[in-house]
């Protein structure tokens, strides 16, 4: 075996029980997680409504989620799911067979999968309703608790409002060094997280699966969370902001680039491989040309983005606008607060209409 397997001989068979069974299980996990989110959500109707706590009609959410039996029904979802796949095909089975084999069969509101899914959105609606405590009548009933916020927009003091500018130029240039700095490394990073740029070697598919973990990770932390992070590292100030956003912007700068290079035309980069050139020369005139327009616009895209974070970084001490905010809400200072929150809105407004005119000529 070991032999044949030197001489090339079951390479691929081998490589195709592999997929088979990586396929398999990807198929199962899927399955697993959807049947174990009905059950809990379930469950967790179930208790609000039917099983009162301490004569309480409805408990909070909180208290239910701790009362949840996750071990159990995780356990009983891997038993349903694994008889779903040998039933009937699933979710997972779709969500796992490659790209471009979808088996034909029924449309999807006559088979068992498609009514799983519907019932699993009208849970997921309803659970979602508890779990965020929605409360309309509060809603419509406690109106007269924002006046003061009005009051202060309709009637802006204009004691803060040179402080104002010159922290909101502090705020524009945060998200701009937050963003140049991250563009190089994003573009760097993106070749290495392109899936069609990453297929022909275990080295690169592992590459592409690091860079891509270490992204996504990067991306679920808030920046308000990297700027509690560099806050503690670098001091309070537009620094630990700039950094933060920094952090966040890479790791969405190379999701969004590394998706445009999968979508490339491969006509052009086959070509240029096919005359003997190197990698680099492939990279340059095979996939840059075809990338450099969305990248711009991605590129503006997220300063405006940046440009509105800045602010809510601020409030824990990154600097710009948001620093001297939420003093002011917290000291109910309501005329000095519409004159900042006047100043944001005006300014974001303007960035807006900028970035879409300028993606509007690059695109």
Not at 140 to 147: G, L, P, R, S, V
Not at 263 to 274: F, L, Q, R, V
Request: one cysteine or more; hydrophobic letters at 55%.
């Amino acid at each position: 075996m070991k032999r044949c397997l030197r001489e090339g001989g079951d390479v691929k068979p081998v490589a195709r029980l592999t997929q088979r069974l990586t396929a398999r299980g990807t198929a199962l996990l899927v399955d697993a997680l959807l049947v174990a989110s009905v059950l809990l959500m379930a469950q967790f109707l179930w208790l609000c409504l039917f099983v009162p706590v301490a004569g309480t009609p409805l408990p909070s959410a909180r208290d239910v989620l701790e009362r949840l039996s996750y071990g159990a029904l995780s356990g009983v979802a891997v038993l349903l799911a694994a008889a779903w796949q040998l039933w009937d095909r699933s979710p997972g089975t779709a969500f796992a067979a490659p790209r471009g084999h979808s088996a034909p069969g029924k449309p999807w509101d006559e088979t068992f999968s498609g009514f799983f899914l519907l019932i699993f959105v009208e849970l997921t609606f309803f659970t979602g309703w508890l779990v965020t405590e929605v409360d309309l009548h509060q809603l419509f009933t406690n109106f007269h608790k924002a006046e003061g916020i009005l009051r202060g927009l309709l009637h802006p003091s204009g004691a803060v409002l040179f402080e104002g500018l010159i922290l909101l130029l502090q705020t524009i240039y945060l998200a701009f060094m937050a963003t140049a700095f991250a563009i190089p490394i994003a573009f760097v990073m993106s070749f290495m997280a392109a899936r069609n740029l990453t297929r022909k070697t275990a080295k690169a598919r592992f590459l592409y699966v690091f860079v891509r973990s270490v992204m996504n990770f990067a991306r679920a932390v808030e920046p308000l969370v990297w700027a509690l992070v560099f806050i503690s590292w670098v001091g309070i100030g537009p620094f630990a902001g700039v950094l933060a956003l920094f952090i966040h912007s890479v790791a969405s700068l190379v999701k969004l680039y590394s998706e445009q290079i999968e979508s490339i035309d491969p006509g052009p980069m086959e070509a240029i491989t096919g005359t003997g050139a190197s990698l680099l020369a492939v990279l340059r005139y095979g996939i840059v040309p075809q990338i450099v327009p969305p990248f711009l616009s991605y590129t503006i895209y997220r300063w405006d983005i940046n440009v509105r974070m800045s602010t809510i970084i601020g409030f824990v001490g990154g600097g710009g606008i948001g620093y001297i905010l939420k003093p002011r809400v917290d000291l109910g200072e309501w005329g000095e607060v519409g004159t900042l929150v006047l100043l944001i809105a005006v300014t974001v407004w303007a960035l807006d209409v900028i970035s879409a005119r300028v993606r509007e000529r690059i695109v």
